[in-house]
Each structure stands twice: as structure tokens, then as C-alpha cells.
């Protein structure tokens, strides 16, 4: 079997949703001199555009059926997509049941896809559930060594194009290619299906894990260089990075995305309609987040709490970029920026900054929408729920003998939010609505509290203040304090409140620590690491 082995196309099956360029591909197949076969509205198409094409029910005997739900799935059809060209038993088998063979097959699905993302019910989504196709796909996909099987468009036109320079015929290497594309397709289509009908599911089986999406964009390069990479499209319907339009700048790297995915998921925690939030990352790590009446003055404050890590940063908001803020963030070097909007005197403004990506989302996520992560481990995926956990005030346990201040119980909670977010170990001090350090990624605790005051202690630094933010602020821990030690660090750092999950086998050691230190302490029960 040699990479170029031909197979002559005399006879082609098509049948697709989407009809555009149909009559100008399939024109060319007729002039080829290849026979046409077609269903439904794609039969009507090929006849309005004055080609000849039989109907797929003079092939299998049977009329459409079931309001277009039977017409495809039939020996005759079937038979001559999966018979093989050089077994003699297959040729005498078509030969005595009157099938024709098909050499080529052209089909695009039902729009699934499209209307499970428009929000359509379940009953309209199964409606628009593909049986046929997929069994046609794989059947000609399978039978890849003698047939040609299309999924889109595209595909067509480099059959074409193959099939004028080899005398009407495909070669294997095409053929095995598109096979392996038209597998892919149909696995994605399911995976589709299975999330969307998991949704009506109080409790789903998860014995199996569909995953799957068509390519949005290749990217130039993964993480370096020397790694390749793409984004793909889940199932999930979900407004962020992989749907936001880009309305102008560079063509955004595996880094940007990553990024700004982690800016927009942060972001999305606060409410637009209660305050103004600007998050700004490096490295998928917050490196400043604040709120406040406009986004103008969040910016201001978010980029000041860490100024050095800020540069070359992803900035997300959660509400409509204005002109005020636009002006701000061309001050300073930007990678990215995401919005759910953007006025059109901010872009003009942004405009100016050529490089700088700018993404327009429609939207902002929902926090509390449940979903799936998943990362790939050495033979497998991990899968987890999103983390949708969140606490409000009347969660939290006082264990201290002083109960936090009105001010303290919401820079406690700010903290939480943003912690949230932050790679583990991690801790962020927060005052005002504002971070005033945050440390990330830290393989002890402790270490992760030392970090974050050097952080708060540079900003000070930066900006000419008279000493670190960190005083009087609320220090939130992703996790337990195992030791008392992380907690005096917290004190030495300036904090008068500290918000922890609890848990730990010294939490009396702990809580006795912050009495001695004066702090006001509350456990929320839950913890947010996040590697």
C-alpha cells in the first residue's frame, strides 16, 4: 500500500447543512464526470443550480421518512460506502444486492453545536441531532483505503484540486488525512451532545469524559517556541477568551490567552452593577486587583499595588472600557486587554497603541456557573469541577475573642474573592478594596506571606508611599495555616484580620497566636487551592 495509491471517483454521496459554495464544488464534480447522489434540501439546492443529482431514495427503494429522520441509513447506502474495492466477496455482495459504490462522501452536520450555544431547549437540540451523517462519515472514514470522506467545505476543494492532477483520482495520503479529520469531527460533534444532555442530568454518569470542539485559531507557538499549539472550542457555553472578539492589536500567543482567561475568570466575580473591578495579571497570577466607583479609579489603584509586575500585564474589566480608563491603560505597557465592551472613543484611544490586543467578550462569565476543568497528565486527563465555591458573611466563623470590624469583614471577603484565583500556596493582604500584596505559587505557607509584604513593600517603594499597604489590611490564605509561624508573618506584615478555611490539627495554636497578636479571625470552611 504506497502513500499515492489512487481511487478514482466516479460516483459521489453529498448532503449538508451548510450549502454555501455547494453548486460551485459540485459543478466541478460534474464536470469531472462524476455521478451525484443527494438528499433533501441539499438534492433541491443541486437541482436549482441546473445540475443533475439522483435522490438518495431511488438509490435505496425507500421513500424519506419520519419527517427526514430515516433516509440515509440503508444498505444501498451503507453497502457502498463500506465495500471494499479489492475483496471479491464485497464487489459480488454489491453486485447481487444492486449497490452502488460511492467513492466520495461530502457531509456537514446538523448545527448541533450552534444550538446548543444559542441556548436553544432540549427538545430543539435533539432535534437537531445528526444520526445519518456521523453513520456516513465513519463508514466512509473507515473505508478510507477506497473512499473519500468530506466534512467541510475545504475539504472538498483539495479533493478537487487532487483529482484534476491525478486523473480523477484521490490519493491515500489525502484520503487517510481526511479520514483522520472526519473521526475527529465526529467526536467532537458527540462530545457536543454529551455535555449539552448532561445538563438535564441531576446526577450524570461519569464512567466516560466526552471532551471535544472544532479549532478556533493555530497559534504560533505554545508556551516556547519548540511547542506547537492551537485553541479549540468546548462545548461549554461560556463568554471568555475562546468566544470574545478580538477588535484589534497582535495576533494573541498561548501566553495571552492563558492569561486572560485567568484575568476575565477573576474579574467576573464582582459584580458590575455593585462597584467597578479591574484585574491585572503576569503570568496567570493576579498581580493587582481593585474596586471602586469607576474603572478609571480601580485601574489607578489595581496597577499602584504592584506596579513592577503590572508591566507588560493583561487587563480585565467588568464593565464597559470608557475613554477615562483607555487613557490610563495606554500610560503603561499592555499586552492584552478584555471587556465585556468598549466604547468606540476608548478603541480610537487604544488604537493608538497598535500592539496592544484588545478583546470584547459580549458578556461576563457567571461565577456561580458550574463546569468542567480538565489538564492533561501523562496517559489521561485530570477533570474537575470548576470551583464555584463562594462565602458571604453569615458563613464565616468568628474564632478569635476580638470579632473583625465592619471594614475589616469586607476586606476580608475582597481577599477571599482574589484568592481564590491565585496559584497555591498562596496569600493576598488586601485594604480598601484594593490588593496591597499577594504572594503565589509558594511551596511553603509561610513563604507565600513573607512574599507578599516584599511585594507590598515594593509598591510603596514605587509609588513614594510611607510605608507598605499591608497595615491595618485583611490577610486572606487559600488554605490553612499549618503553623502559627505563616500567621506572624502575617502580623509582622502589618494585618489586623485574617481569613483562613480552618482545618489544621494546630488550629488552637493558630487562634491562640492571633489573640496574642490582637487580630480578628474568621474560618470559612472552604478551601481554594489552585495549581
Excluded at 53 to 63: L, N, Q, Y
Excluded at 431 to 450: F, N, P, Y
Excluded at 484 to 509: C, H, M, N, T, Y
Amino acid at each position: 500500500m504506497t502513500d499515492t495509491h489512487p481511487a478514482p471517483v466516479r460516483r459521489a454521496l453529498i448532503s449538508v447543512s451548510d450549502k454555501a459554495g455547494l453548486a460551485d464544488r459540485a459543478r466541478r464534480l460534474a464536470d469531472m464526470g462524476v455521478e451525484l447522489i443527494s438528499t433533501g434540501g441539499t438534492l433541491s439546492a443541486l437541482r436549482e443550480a441546473g445540475l443533475e443529482a439522483k435522490d438518495a431514495s431511488d438509490v435505496t427503494g425507500f421513500p424519506e421518512m419520519m419527517d427526514g429522520r430515516v433516509k440515509t441509513l440503508h444498505p444501498r447506502i451503507h453497502g457502498g460506502l463500506l465495500a471494499r474495492r479489492d475483496r471479491e466477496d464485497d464487489l459480488a455482495s454489491m453486485a447481487e444486492h444492486s449497490i452502488p459504490q460511492i467513492d466520495l462522501l461530502m457531509v456537514n452536520l446538523y448545527p448541533f453545536e450552534e444550538a446548543a450555544s444559542a441556548g436553544v431547549d432540549i427538545d430543539g437540540c435533539i432535534a437537531k441531532i445528526d444520526v445519518g451523517g456521523p453513520a456516513m462519515i465513519r463508514a466512509a472514514a473507515k473505508n478510507h483505503q477506497h473512499v473519500c470522506v468530506c466534512v467541510d467545505g475545504a475539504d472538498l476543494d483539495a479533493v478537487i484540486q487532487a483529482m484534476e492532477k491525478n486523473e480523477g483520482a484521490t490519493t491515500l495520503a489525502l484520503r487517510r488525512r481526511l479520514a483522520a479529520k472526519a473521526f475527529a469531527r465526529t467526536a467532537a460533534y458527540d462530545a457536543a451532545i454529551a455535555a449539552r444532555m448532561a445538563q438535564e442530568v441531576e446526577e450524570p454518569e461519569q464512567t466516560h469524559f466526552a471532551v471535544g470542539g472544532p479549532m478556533l485559531q493555530t497559534l504560533r507557538y505554545g508556551e516556547n517556541p519548540h511547542q506547537q499549539a492551537a485553541l479549540y472550542a468546548s462545548p461549554e457555553r461560556r463568554p471568555g477568551i475562546a468566544s470574545a472578539r478580538q477588535v484589534q492589536g497582535k495576533e494573541l500567543s498561548y501566553n495571552n490567552l492563558a492569561d486572560a482567561d485567568a484575568a476575565f475568570e477573576l474579574v467576573s466575580e464582582f459584580d458590575a452593577e455593585a462597584e467597578a473591578a479591574v484585574v491585572i495579571v503576569k503570568h496567570a497570577n493576579p498581580c493587582g486587583v481593585a474596586a471602586a466607583g469607576s474603572l478609571a479609579e480601580a485601574y489607578d489603584r489595581a496597577f499602584a499595588s504592584d506596579p513592577v509586575s503590572a508591566f507588560g500585564g493583561i487587563v480585565a474589566l467588568n464593565r464597559e472600557l470608557d475613554k477615562e480608563t483607555a487613557d490610563l491603560i495606554t500610560s503603561h505597557f499592555t499586552e492584552v486587554v478584555i471587556a465585556p465592551s468598549a466604547e468606540e472613543a476608548a478603541l480610537e484611544i487604544l488604537s493608538a497603541k497598535k500592539n496592544v490586543r484588545v478583546l470584547v467578550t459580549g458578556r461576563m462569565a457567571d461565577p456561580d456557573q458550574p463546569g468542567w476543568m480538565v489538564k492533561s497528565v501523562a496517559g489521561g486527563l485530570l477533570v474537575q469541577a470548576r470551583d464555584i465555591g463562594r462565602v458571604t458573611e453569615k458563613d464565616l466563623k468568628i474564632v478569635t475573642q476580638r470579632a473583625p470590624t465592619e471594614q475589616e469583614m469586607a476586606d476580608m471577603l475582597f481577599a477571599w474573592r482574589v484568592v481564590k484565583h491565585v496559584k497555591s500556596n498562596a496569600i493576598v493582604y488586601a485594604k480598601d478594596g484594593v490588593t496591597a500584596g499577594i504572594g503565589m505559587g509558594q511551596t511553603s505557607r509561610l513563604e507565600a506571606a513573607r512574599l507578599a509584604f516584599r511585594k507590598a513593600e515594593e509598591a510603596a517603594s514605587e509609588n513614594g508611599w510611607d510605608g507598605p499597604r499591608t497595615k491595618g489590611s485583611a490577610c486572606a490564605s487559600d488554605a490553612f495555616f499549618p503553623f502559627a509561624d505563616g500567621l506572624k508573618a502575617a502580623v509582622d506584615a502589618g494585618a489586623s484580620a485574617i481569613i483562613q478555611p480552618g482545618g489544621s490539627i494546630r488550629d488552637e495554636e493558630v487562634i491562640a497566636a492571633a489573640d496574642a497578636a490582637g487580630l480578628a479571625m474568621v474560618f470559612t470552611g472552604m478551601r481554594h487551592f489552585r495549581h
